[in-house]
T-cell receptor
Framework: AQKVTQAQTEISVVEKEDVTLDCVYE???????LFWYKQPPSGELVFLIR??????QNEISGRYSWNFQKSTSSFNFTITASQVVDSAVYFC?????????????FGDGTTLTVKP | EAGVVQSPRYKIIEKKQPVAFWCNPI?????LYWYLQNLGQGPELLIR????????DSQLPKDRFSAERLKGVDSTLKIQPAELGDSAVYLC???????????????FGPGTRLLVL
């Protein structure tokens, strides 16, 4: 069975601080996909990034960066110079491939609060 | 391009009453998902459709929950009768659905927040 663990339930930082959200996953599949979503107070999950299991190259998008390490089954998300608008719940998700493509397991989320 | 549309956004009902949620996916998206999200938890898949076929409904409590996607576009999720424990957010998502072997990014609607009294 697949499992996603986001050990940090809540994180609070002051604006402009850097913050890293941890994600650890478990799967027996060799091919899988990892995602990060942002859920602001409005409730809609907003897609941030998708990474497949064969691509361990880290990615940077503006203030966001992702560190995928297959050896430790982790897919961590870093926000540099955080802003108040970054306050939201962030979810990490793991999706199967092949015939079960689209079957996703989500972590329980990390609530990030950025204070001015 | 319009996103995933859900209605209603909020629903308050008394226990034992029926309730229905509607979802219109992004145009051209063949795969549609219904998720349940309890407070403080991540979404949990209820059912997944490829066009009009339910390809994964293993997590759908079939004694009281039902879903349909008759023309392979919009979908309805129904609960009858509702119980107190059904209070949650019901999320709909869609993806392109290129078929087995392809992993598609899911795009979510705003959800329907259900409160059962």
């Amino acid at each position: 069975a697949q499992k996603v663990t986001q050990a940090q339930t809540e994180i609070s930082v002051v604006e402009k601080e850097d913050v890293t959200l941890d994600c650890v996953y478990e799967t027996r599949d060799t091919t899988y996909y990892l995602f990060w979503y942002k859920q602001p107070p409005s409730g809609e999950l907003v897609f941030l990034i998708r990474r497949n299991s064969f691509d361990e190259q880290n990615e940077i998008s503006g203030r966001y960066s992702w560190n995928f390490q297959k050896s430790t089954s982790s897919f961590n998300f870093t926000i540099t110079a955080s802003q108040v608008v970054d306050s939201a719940v962030y979810f990490c998700a793991l999706s199967e491939a092949g015939t079960n493509a689209g079957k996703s397991t989500f972590g329980d989320g990390t609530t990030l609060t950025v204070k001015p | 391009e319009a996103g995933v549309v859900q209605s209603p956004r909020y629903k308050i009902i008394e226990k034992k009453q029926p309730v229905a949620f509607w979802c219109n996916p992004i145009s051209g998206h063949n795969t549609l998902y219904w998720y349940l999200q309890n407070l403080g938890q991540g979404p949990e898949l209820l059912i997944r459709y490829e066009n009009e076929e339910a390809v994964d409904d293993s997590q759908l409590p079939k004694d009281r929950f039902s879903a349909e996607r008759l023309k392979g576009v919009d979908s309805t999720l129904k609960i009858q009768p509702a119980e107190l424990g059904d209070s949650a957010v019901y999320l709909c998502a869609s993806s392109l659905g290129r078929g087995a072997g392809a992993q598609e990014t899911q795009y979510f609607g705003p959800g329907t927040r259900l409160l059962v009294l």
